[in-house]
């Protein structure tokens, strides 16, 4: 192979890896349906069209096309200073980062920043994993 055949299958091989990755949901996306009751009172789903999937409430930013997307990255909603630093990283939402982070959003926040002080704004902790990754799942279903 030339230097720019391997350069170029490289390059393929990273950028093909990390999509198969943020769209990766190993859980059941109609179990993850109902389980988003227990977000949608502080998140919404809604299109870049605008397009209504769910009606939630305000407090949590639009968590639409949240596979593949940057932390801290939703228009107009105002994120906590610790989730917009990872947003400064080259952080990507996938389902095992996810699923860690819902658990618990601080001690998230904390290891990944390696940051004692970091916080996050969202209170809710949802220990379940299998739940956690129907809703993973569920948001995978509605963002493609
Ligand atoms: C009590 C309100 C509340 C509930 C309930 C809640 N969240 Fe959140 N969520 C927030 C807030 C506030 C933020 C913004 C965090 C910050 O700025 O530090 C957030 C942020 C997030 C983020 C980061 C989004 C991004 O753009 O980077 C994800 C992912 C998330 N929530 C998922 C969930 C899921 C899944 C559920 C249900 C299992 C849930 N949340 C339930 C309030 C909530």
Redesign the pocket.
Known sequence: MTKFGTIFSILFTVTAGSALAEGHASGDPAAGEKGFN??K???SIITGDDETIVKGGK???N?FG?PG?S????DGFK??D??KALGETEFV?DETE?VA??ADPTKYLKEKLDDSKAR?????K?KKEEDAKD?WAYLVSVSE
């Open positions: 227990k977000c009172s502080c998140h407090t949590g930013p968590l949240l997307r932390a801290g990255s939703a994120y906590g610790s989730i939402w996810f982070y819902v996050s704004k969202m209170s809710f949802l809703i």
